[in-house]
């Protein structure tokens, strides 16, 4: 089965930068479309952008101009660029394709601090 490996997380003061990469295992990934999404305590997790296998972004409205999505499929990693960070950012960030296929990884803590 594939698995799936977040990193890049921490904290970081509003207006800063991080940047995750998630490596996946297996041969897999360049097929699929592949998405990253978040969950706050006490809230759904939410989609936060998503990459099809061709390339074709869609950037979730509450980060859109801040938060970009890219892979790249020879190393089979998908990266999500997170520009000025706000704290309503804050949440455990995962990868998995849009129709949840791998198994889930234990995601990365991101947290932003006013």
């Known amino acids: 089965q594939v698995q799936l490996v977040e990193s890049g997380g921490g904290l970081v003061q509003a207006g800063g930068s991080l940047r995750l990469p998630c490596a996946s295992s297996?041969?897999?990934?360049?097929?699929?479309?592949m998405g990253w999404y978040r969950q706050a305590p006490g809230k759904r997790r939410e989609l936060v952008a998503r990459?099809?296998?061709?390339?074709?972004?869609i950037v979730a409205v509450p980060v859109a101009g801040r938060f970009t999505i890219s892979r790249d499929n020879a190393k089979s990693i998908l990266y999500l660029q997170m520009n000025n960070l706000k704290p309503e950012d804050t949440a455990l960030y995962c990868c998995?394709?849009?129709?949840?296929?791998?198994?889930w990884g234990q995601g990365t803590q991101v947290t932003v601090s006013s």
């Open positions: 297996g041969s897999t990934f360049r097929r699929n479309d």
């Open positions: 990459i099809s296998s061709d390339g074709s972004i």
């Open positions: 998995n394709t849009v129709d949840f296929r791998f198994k």
